[in-house]
């Protein structure tokens, strides 16, 4: 998979994708309409970040572009694209416990914090990774 064409789009099976890790300078856009929400986006090689209706969504160090991102009341699942090792943020239900696994791999079940917070890494070896997030 390359880059996408703009920094946020929506795509024909009614996903999101979203960043840009290749920009040498940060780029945005903002009120990206998506299924009734606004959406932001921040992006280039340092951080890519996601926000839906001025709340944080998704973020990325150092930056990364994300494919069909797809999010239910149960289950988040994406394909993700970086250049080394990112560190993927993602904000979910707080104090609840989420099974992750990376491009088919069990990583294993995480808490999230009081705030919500999800924090896992993963380490690009030339194609994306599919990461599937489900709440136990």
Do not use: W
Not at 30 to 59: A, C, M, R
Not at 68 to 88: C, N, P, S, W, Y
Not at 92 to 121: P, Q, R, W
Request: include cysteine.
């Amino acid at each position: 998979m390359a880059v996408i064409s703009e920094l946020i789009q929506s795509e024909s099976d009614g996903t999101l994708s979203f960043g840009d890790y290749t920009l040498e300078q940060k780029s945005k856009v903002s009120g990206f309409e998506f299924q009734g929400d606004s959406y932001k986006v921040k992006t280039f090689k340092e951080i890519t970040k996601l926000e839906k209706n001025e709340s944080f969504v998704y973020e990325s160090v150092p930056g990364t572009t994300v494919h069909h991102m797809k999010v239910t009341d149960r289950e988040i699942e994406f394909q993700v694209e970086g250049e080394e090792q990112a560190q993927l943020t993602l904000e979910l239900e707080a104090e609840c416990e989420y099974e992750v696994m990376i491009d088919g791999f069990h990583m294993g079940i995480m808490k999230t914090n009081l705030g919500g917070k999800l924090v896992i890494s993963v380490e690009f070896s030339g194609k994306p990774q599919t990461v599937v997030v489900k709440k136990m």
